[in-house]
């Protein structure tokens, strides 16, 4: 058994619960460092479990202060938190995960209820998590009025105050930069070829050949964690991963094992 120190993101909720398996199923101890943006679900649901199997009340620990016996680390941030994770922790074995966003590749074919799932996809978690679409590829003759349509029925979450203020000041800024974009008083649509957008937003590029598409994708591979369209992750399924789907494409699992 080895002590893991597991570095809690909070951009939406128990997103490290799936690194916590896999450190239990992989036979390791798990030290957790909880977010300061995310303090509550997770103790609450550990302490629910340890009701039904009180034994994994031995295999982790939720730490307050600073670690200093950990063997390995698993940690995710922003890129800038990452230089801090590489300052302090590069000497151990570790598995540092950076910022990723998530695109969505629509062909012009696609279903009212195709489009109204892409607002799932787009919408869940205010568009935090690195599985929400904040980019979309669409055909160069695609009528934008179509999607906008399709996602009417999220346009209540303008009334939460942080995406609010986020759609005011991105807003503003647009208009004060004299920046060219579409917007439905709840979320902006921006041509860009860059990938993350901000809170409110969704950047867009447009494409004749299929092949802009396969340049799109292999020039940013580094950056995309998942693609949703007919040909990938279906609609409305970003933010239901699979167990065994892994967070950047790194097998946790075969990492752990490794460990010696």
Not at 15 to 37: E, M, P, R, Y
Not at 169 to 183: G, H, P, T, V
Not at 247 to 260: E, H, P, V
Request: proline share 3%.
């Amino acid at each position: 058994m080895q002590f893991m120190k597991e570095e809690l993101s909070g951009n939406i909720p128990l997103v490290g619960f799936h690194d916590l398996l896999c450190i239990w199923l992989s036979g390791n101890f798990a030290q957790i460092k909880l977010s300061s943006d995310d303090q509550t679900l997770l103790p609450l649901i550990l302490d629910l479990i340890s009701e039904i199997h009180p034994e994994i009340d031995n295999f982790y620990s939720i730490e307050k202060g600073k670690i200093t016996q950990s063997e390995a680390v698993i940690a995710t941030g922003s890129d800038n938190s990452n230089l801090y994770f590489e300052k302090y922790f590069g000497h151990l074995p570790s598995l540092f995960r950076k910022n990723r966003t998530s695109v969505a590749i629509l062909v012009g074919d696609e279903t009212q209820e195709d489009l109204e799932k892409l607002g799932n996809d787009i919408f869940q978690y205010y568009g935090k998590g690195c599985r929400n679409v904040s980019y979309l590829l669409i055909p160069q003759d695609y009528n934008l009025d179509v999607l906008f349509k399709a996602l009417l029925p999220f346009h209540e979450i303008i009334h939460h105050k942080k995406y609010g203020n986020n759609y005011d000041y991105n807003r503003a800024i647009n208009l004060l930069n004299q920046e060219s974009f579409l917007d439905n008083n709840f979320v902006l649509l921006k041509e860009s070829e860059s990938i993350f957008s901000p809170i409110s937003m969704i950047h867009f590029s447009r494409y004749k050949e299929e092949s802009k598409v396969a340049s799109f994708i292999q020039n940013n591979e580094n950056n995309i964690q998942i693609i949703v369209g007919n040909k990938y992750t279906p609609f409305g399924e970003g933010q239901k991963p699979k167990l065994w789907e892994y967070a950047d494409g790194i097998d946790t699992m075969s990492w752990l094992s490794n460990l010696t």
